[in-house]
């Protein structure tokens, strides 16, 4: 079966200071990747998806950036992190037959 | 472009009462459409799905029928639990299919 693992689950950090987020999922190959970010009480904003290793696509422009060096990792970054970026991270992966997302457990990023 | 509208919340309901939560679309073609699920502190579930007009989905009791004659995807429950207190989202593919436009959510509070 398939699974997706996101960490770190939580993470405090000042201004300023680098982020890296990864996520793999593992059970499935080639699928669709994607990052969304959930701010306090409201609803999920697509960040990045990619269709296949080295493919990513901008959905918002902002202070993050995606990457995807292999088939199953998928990694979020900043090299200077706003009071802004604050908020609920969530990776999810889609395959090529079905048009449902499957979601990991998230990663709260507080940036003070 | 694509887009979900939910009913805002919270909706606080007692115990074993009946459950609807209302979901529009923006009706180009006949996407599929979802129901997902957030617990405090988790990922986003799959609840329910529909890929099709007059398709019923359901699970764990909740059930959403798709009507394309008025474009809505509307959840219902007939007894809820205490354990069902969540946010719940509605879902659709955004323009170009690759991912999933999402509604603002609705937070569902069952007090015993």
């Known amino acids: 079966s398939q699974t997706i693992h996101q960490w770190p689950a939580t993470l405090v950090q000042p201004v300023g200071s680098p982020l890296s987020l990864e996520c793999t999922v593992e059970?499935?190959?080639?699928?669709?990747l994607y990052w969304y970010r959930q701010a306090a009480g409201r609803g999920l904003q697509l960040l990045f998806y990619?269709?296949?290793?080295?493919?990513i696509s901008s959905e918002v422009p902002q202070n993050l950036s995606a990457s995807r060096p292999q088939d199953r990792q998928f990694i979020l970054s900043s090299k200077k992190l706003l009071l802004s970026d604050s908020g609920f991270y969530l990776c999810?992966?889609?395959?090529?037959?079905?048009?449902?997302?499957?979601f990991g457990e998230g990663s709260r990023l507080t940036v003070l | 472009g694509n887009s979900v509208t939910q009913m805002e919340g919270p909706v606080t309901l007692s115990e074993e009462a009946f459950l609807t939560i209302n979901c529009t679309y923006t009706?180009?073609?006949?996407?599929?459409l979802f129901w997902y699920v957030q617990y405090p502190g988790e990922g986003l579930q799959l609840l329910l799905k529909?890929?099709?007009?007059?398709d019923k989905g359901s699970n764990k009791g909740f059930e959403a029928t798709y009507r394309k004659e008025t474009t809505s995807f509307h959840l219902e429950k007939g007894s809820v639990q205490v354990s069902d207190s969540a946010v719940y989202f509605c879902?659709?593919?955004?323009?170009?299919?690759?991912?999933?436009?999402f509604g603002s959510g609705t937070r569902l509070q069952v007090q015993p």
């Open positions: 999810a992966w889609k395959d090529g037959r079905g048009g449902e997302l499957f």
């Open positions: 059970g499935t190959s080639n699928p669709n």
């Open positions: 990619s269709v296949g290793i080295g493919q």
């Open positions: 009706a180009t073609g006949y996407p599929s």
């Open positions: 529909a890929t099709k007009a007059d």
């Open positions: 879902a659709r593919p955004d323009t170009g299919r690759r991912a999933l436009t």
